[in-house]
């Protein structure tokens, strides 16, 4: 079945500055991949997916590529704020076959002042 | 619509009781999940329905482990026998239509078995 990896588990970046968060996947045959930033006390929240007939997809200040050929996708924000504070979900499924979604380990992302 | 719905938010029970918990979808969503989540970790698949219909288990629901949608609205997950290892937050979601796409998450139910 699909694996997904994510990395870093931690991430510290200063207010404004870009951060990426980085997975890879394991089943070629992936090609849904979604993203979800999870707050504490509540359950993931989508905030952008991309296809793999895409590349590359923005919306605002956040950002997925992704590279079939190396099965690695990311997912990047630029001019971080404060609310951006949160743990993120990479996630991977095969929507042709109607597979559940597999999730990553997740990476805290914090926002420093 | 107020999204998906969770109840309880929090349980609290002796190893070797019964728990049950329940998950209301958003109203026009076919597809309802229930994923675990322990610290540190991503969220786990555990089950989904197609309406009413039991669609796919995973492995890591054990024979202890239940879960219907009797009506295809609202679900409820039942764990028998509780073992301190199924402590954990329970999440449910939804998604509308045949894509299992774009799921919408509850709060979650936050177990602990003591």
């Known amino acids: 079945g699909e694996n997904v990896e994510q990395h870093p588990s931690t991430l510290s970046v200063q207010e404004g500055d870009s951060a990426v968060i980085k997975c890879t996947y394991s089943?070629?045959?992936?090609?849904?991949f979604p993203w979800y930033k999870q707050e504490l006390g509540k359950g993931p929240q989508l905030i952008i997916d991309i296809r793999s007939n895409v590349g590359e997809k923005k919306d605002q200040r956040i950002a997925v590529t992704l590279n079939k050929t190396a099965k690695h996708f990311s997912l990047h924000i630029t001019e971080t704020q404060p609310e951006d504070s949160a743990v993120y979900f990479c996630a991977a499924s095969n929507r042709n076959r109607d597979d559940k979604i597999i999730f990553g380990k997740g990476t805290r992302l914090h926002i420093l002042p | 619509d107020t999204g998906v719905s969770q109840d309880p938010r929090h349980k609290i029970t002796k190893r070797g009781q019964n728990v049950t918990f329940r998950c209301d979808p958003i109203?026009?969503?076919?597809?309802l999940y229930w994923y675990r989540q322990t610290l540190g970790q991503g969220p786990e698949f555990l089950t989904y329905f197609q309406n009413e219909a039991q669609l796919e288990k995973s492995r890591l629901l054990s024979d202890r482990f239940s879960a219907e949608r009797p009506k295809g609205s609202f679900s409820t997950l039942e764990i028998q026998r509780t073992e301190q290892g199924d402590s954990a937050m329970y999440l449910c979601a939804s998604s509308e239509g045949q894509g299992g796409e774009k799921l919408f998450f509850g709060s979650g139910t936050q177990l602990s078995v003591l």
């Open positions: 089943d070629s045959a992936s090609n849904y």
């Open positions: 109203s026009e969503h076919n597809r």
